[in-house]
Structure formats: C-alpha cells, structure tokens
C-alpha cells in the first residue's frame, strides 16, 4: 500500500465520483480506477458500493477512510516539520489553549496581518489531557495552577466566568450575582477525559455550595443547548461568552473573584523556537504587554 493510493482513495471518497476524482488529481479515469482495484486487491475487499458513476463508502471504506485521514495528517506534519528542521523556516505555529479569549483572536489576527503566510493550529482542551508536551506546542496559554507549575510562563490576562440561563429564568434579569444565589440552581458542567471538570466545578466543590441537581457535558454544543431548553444553568468563561450570547440566553456576571483565575503563555526553551516563532513571540509579549521579568 502505497501513500499515494490513500491520498487517491480519500479523494475518491469525498467526491464520490471517480470522473471528478481523476480531473482534480490530474490522472486520467482510467489510470485512477486501475489504482482503486489494485488497493482494493491488497486489502481482499470493496471499499465501495458502485451505483453507476456514483460511488458510496462500505463500512471497510468508511474504516479506511478514518485511517487514512489520521496518516496522510501525520505525515504532513512530519513533513513539515522535516522542512522546518532542513531550513529553520516555517510559517506553522502550534497553540495549546485552555480556552480561546477575544483578545488571543485578535492577536493571531494581528500577526497575520503583518506575516500573511502564518498558519495556526490550536488545540482547544488541554485542560483534558493527562499529561503535555510542551514540545508539542510553539505556544502554551494555561492556567496559573498546581498542575501547570512545571512550566515556565508569564501572566497573560484573567479569565472571568459568567453564569448563562435561559430567558425567563429567576437570575435572568440580575445585572450581577454573588456565589451564594448558585445554592439550589440545576447547574450543567463541562467535564471531558479522565478525572477533568471546569474550573467552576472545583470553586464550586471549594465554597460547599449545594446545588439542586449536577449534570455534564463534554462539549459546548450540548452545553448551550442544555441551558437554552431550559434544563439548567452553566459556567461560562468570557473566551466562549461569544458562543453563548444572542436567541434566549442571558449571561449573568459572577461578583465573586473566585470565579476568575489568572492565565499565563509559555514558549518552548529559546534554542528550541525557530526565527519564525520567536518573531511570533515577540509579537505576542509586545501585544499583551507581557513583563519578561515575571516569570511564573
């Protein structure tokens, strides 16, 4: 099996049609129809169900199909990062964030602007993960807690939380509330991997306060919806508060500092970082007014 067979079959699989296939891979139909059989050859099966000239993945295609996504991904990152290694360039700066604030947005926005090329990728939950690399990332932004002492950082900005409810909800018209009215609400958490709940959830535990009934989600879709049907309240950070604004739902600020906490951004170590990403890094402390000589 060979990678340009997967690149041909994921192809094949998007557009379902192995005409249009051939003309966007710039090989003629039948040259392209001679690699699926031979793919399929290898494999012992059919990967799809033929219905004239359109094409629909079996359940071995749809197996193959995730399988291949996973390793042609892998291997342009490898690539990638070959060429970084090969050259000291790059225009790929990876981010791992425990939550994406507005002004982060506007930062990368920014440094796009003055370097057209930059490309970002930014995984969202590493408060989930078990144990990080921070040689994984270019860019760390974290809370300042126990779990992340072992990396060196600065304070970035806070992060407030607000409480969201569906209109209509007793707290729905209070311009602000303090910790205690949280006492007897149905309240939702965000909770993802093994042994993560949100913040919140362990301010909440901290103060004792009794609630009258606890649920989880695992993602902000089902999150939203949970408090827009009405079904209970939940802790919004002000990164995500975009999401939660507009139709039914109301978000209600937390006059309790408890329910903040202080961010800060790690780099990797300065002879690890390339040209590209330390100019990124400048850009960054210079954005945010970062004082290098407070280090966390």
């Known amino acids: 099996m060979r990678m340009a067979q997967l690149r041909y079959f994921v192809t094949i699989a998007q557009l379902e049609n192995l005409s249009q296939a051939a003309e966007l891979l710039h090989l003629t139909q039948s040259s392209l129809s001679k690699n699926l059989s031979t793919l399929e050859a290898e494999l012992g099966m059919p990967l799809f169900q033929r219905n004239g000239r359109h094409l ?48 982060l947005t506007l930062c990368l926005a920014g440094f796009r602007k003055k370097s057209p090329e930059a490309e970002f990728e930014i995984t969202g939950d590493i408060e989930s993960m078990e144990h990080i690399d921070i040689n994984a990332f270019d860019m760390l932004i974290c809370p300042l807690e126990l779990k992340y002492k072992k990396y060196t950082g600065y304070p970035l900005y806070e992060e407030h939380y607000f409480l969201a409810v569906r209109a209509g909800h007793p707290l729905a018209g209070k311009p602000f509330i303090r910790a205690k009215a949280l006492e007897g609400q149905d309240v939702v958490f965000m909770r993802s991997g093994r042994g993560f709940e949100e913040y919140p959830y362990r301010i909440s535990s901290a103060l004792a306060l009794r609630f009258h ?84």
């Open 213 to 296: 009934s606890v649920s989880y989600a695992d993602k902000r879709e089902y999150h939203r919806q949970m408090i827009s049907d009405g079904l209970c309240a939940g802790f919004v950070p002000d990164g995500c508060a975009s999401f939660y604004r507009g139709g039914n739902l109301r978000l209600i600020p937390i006059q309790d500092r408890r329910f903040s906490r202080q961010m800060m951004v790690c780099f990797r170590r300065e002879k690890t970082l390339s040209p590209y990403v330390r100019e990124f890094r400048n850009y960054v402390f210079d954005y945010f007014s970062v004082d290098t000589k407070k280090q966390t």
């Open 56 to 103: 629909t993945l079996n359940p071995a295609g749809a197996r193959l199909l995730e399988f291949s996504n996973m390793v042609l991904r892998e291997l342009d990152y490898t690539l990638d990062d070959m060429r970084l290694l090969s050259t000291g360039t790059g225009s790929r700066i990876r981010i791992g964030t425990a939550g994406m604030s507005p002004e």
